[in-house]
């Protein structure tokens, strides 16, 4: 991976996430961290989270370092990179789908949101990416990771005048649900009884508190992030 590639991922909207273990610091061998993100990847609606490929190619690759495994991809709009650490510590950092878009990908999105920095999609890159995010940290945790807990940080980058917005005609919001604040970032320790509580409903209070920051506090967690969640773990049968 190139170094200037996280300048990349920073220059417009990007999430970065961190999983930091409780208590005493794991000691794992680098095959064992690689393996570890191998293993418990989550691919509910046909893209890993995090992105794991297998091998090395122009556009992505797994690297060995001293402390940590790293894998990457750089492909049109996915743009990310992971290390899973010995210490059992995991960082990754994401681009914005939406803020690199192209005339090649424009049938994922309208042509209007093309512009980088202007809309999030509150379905695919908020309810799904969360609970994805939620669902990860929950299966590391059933494979012996954070015995005693974990600390984990969600953040949204450059986010300042970003709408929320759905992509789709049938779920346009009723006006502008736009953010003021950068970065949104959801921060708590988990304990070990909360992780093991189902990803899905762990996913719910971080989802909760982005759509607040996007003064949408009046979401319906019942009707609206619960139900994208079914549909979410629906496509399971199909991906897994």
């Known amino acids: 991976m190139k170094d200037e590639f996280i300048d990349t991922i920073k220059s417009r909207g990007y999430w970065r996430i961190n999983f930091q273990p409780i208590g005493k610091?794991?000691?794992?061998?680098?095959?064992?961290c690689e393996e570890l993100v191998d293993k418990n990847s989550v691919k509910l609606r046909g893209w890993y989270y995090p992105f794991y490929g297998h091998g090395d190619a122009d556009n992505h690759g797994i690297e060995n370092h001293n402390n940590y495994v790293q894998g990457w991809i750089d492909s049109g709009e996915f743009k990310e990179f992971w290390r899973m650490y010995k210490s059992s510590q995991f960082l990754h950092y994401s681009a914005v789908q939406e803020d690199w878009s192209t005339p090649e990908v424009e049938?994922?999105?309208?042509?209007?949101?093309?512009?980088?920095?202007?809309?999030?999609?509150?379905?695919?890159?908020?309810?799904?990416?969360i609970t994805e995010i939620v669902e990860f940290l929950a299966r590391l945790h059933h494979s012996?990771?954070?015995?005693?807990?974990?600390?984990?940080?969600?953040?949204?980058?450059?986010?300042?005048?970003?709408?929320?917005?759905?992509f789709d005609a049938f779920r346009r919001l009723s006006f502008p649900r736009v953010t003021q604040e950068n970065p949104i970032t959801f921060e708590k320790a988990f304990s070990p009884d909360d992780l093991q509580l189902p990803a899905k409903d762990l996913a719910i209070e971080p989802i909760v508190h982005f759509f607040e920051m996007f003064n949408m506090a009046d979401i319906s967690i019942d009707q609206v992030i619960k139900k994208d969640q079914e549909t979410l773990y629906g496509y399971k049968n199909k991906w897994n």
């Open 25 to 32: 610091p794991a000691d794992f061998s680098l095959k064992e």
């Open 107 to 129: 049938g994922r999105f309208s042509p209007n949101d093309l512009e980088p920095g202007k809309y999030l999609n509150f379905v695919g890159s908020l309810t799904y990416y």
């Open 144 to 166: 012996g990771l954070y015995a005693e807990g974990a600390y984990v940080s969600i953040s949204l980058n450059n986010t300042k005048g970003r709408q929320l917005s759905s």
